[in-house]
């Protein structure tokens, strides 16, 4: 099992949940990841990174799986220009690799802001830190378990 891979499971058992995730043969789209896990494309919830402004710092927009981020909308929300993120900077902030950030278990604290779509769902699906690895969540949990603020962010 990869250190990612145990990070999110860790993360979750610290949350008291118990962890349903599953290997996957590919999930790297959202149509992809909810084929194989037999879900609604929405209920896939998308670990979307930017870089703020001129910093290192990475900011974290959680989305379902058929919306698109806003960057106009997103940038009002993180308060500074937002910009791409580079595979350096998602490994140093997160710990993962680009195609399986997970939401959790990031090596350091990141904000973050959550798609109400999301939480019109009972259960959502989302990387569990590799590629090929995702786990169901109830819904309601992720907010707090990400430290995420629901808003309208997307296109």
Same mark, same amino acid.
């Given at each position: 099992?990869?250190?990612? $891979?145990?990070?999110?499971?860790? =993360?979750?058992?610290?949350?008291?949940?118990?962890?349903?995730? +599953?290997?996957?043969?590919?999930?790297?789209?959202? #149509?992809?990841? %909810? /084929?194989?896990? !037999?879900?609604?494309?929405?209920?896939? %919830?998308?670990? @979307?990174?930017? +870089?703020a402004g001129d910093s290192d710092e990475a900011v974290l927009f959680l989305t379902a799986g058929g919306n698109r981020v806003c960057t106009q909308k997103?940038?009002? $929300?993180?308060?500074?220009?937002? !910009?791409?993120?580079?595979? =350096?900077? &998602?490994?140093? #902030?997160?710990?993962?690799? &680009? *195609? !399986?950030?997970?939401?959790?278990?990031?090596?350091?604290? &990141? +904000? =973050?802001?959550? /798609?109400? +779509? $999301?939480?019109?769902?009972?259960?959502?699906?989302? =990387?569990? *830190?590799?590629?090929?690895?995702?786990?169901? @969540?109830?819904?309601?949990?992720?907010?707090?378990?990400? !430290?995420? &603020?629901?808003?309208?962010?997307?296109?």
């Open positions: 099992m990869s250190k990612s $891979l145990k990070r999110v499971r860790a =993360a979750l058992e610290n949350a008291g949940l118990t962890p349903d995730i +599953r290997e996957v043969e590919q999930a790297r789209t959202a #149509q992809e990841a %909810a /084929d194989s896990v !037999g879900c609604a494309l929405d209920q896939i %919830a998308k670990s @979307i990174i930017f +870089r997103a940038t009002a $929300l993180a308060g500074t220009p937002l !910009g791409k993120a580079d595979a =350096a900077l &998602i490994r140093a #902030q997160t710990g993962f690799a &680009i *195609g !399986g950030v997970s939401p959790l278990g990031h090596l350091s604290p &990141i +904000r =973050a802001w959550i /798609d109400p +779509r $999301l939480l019109e769902f009972d259960l959502v699906w989302a =990387a569990a *830190g590799t590629p090929r690895h995702v786990f169901a @969540i109830e819904a309601r949990h992720l907010p707090g378990l990400v !430290g995420a &603020i629901p808003a309208d962010f997307v296109a």
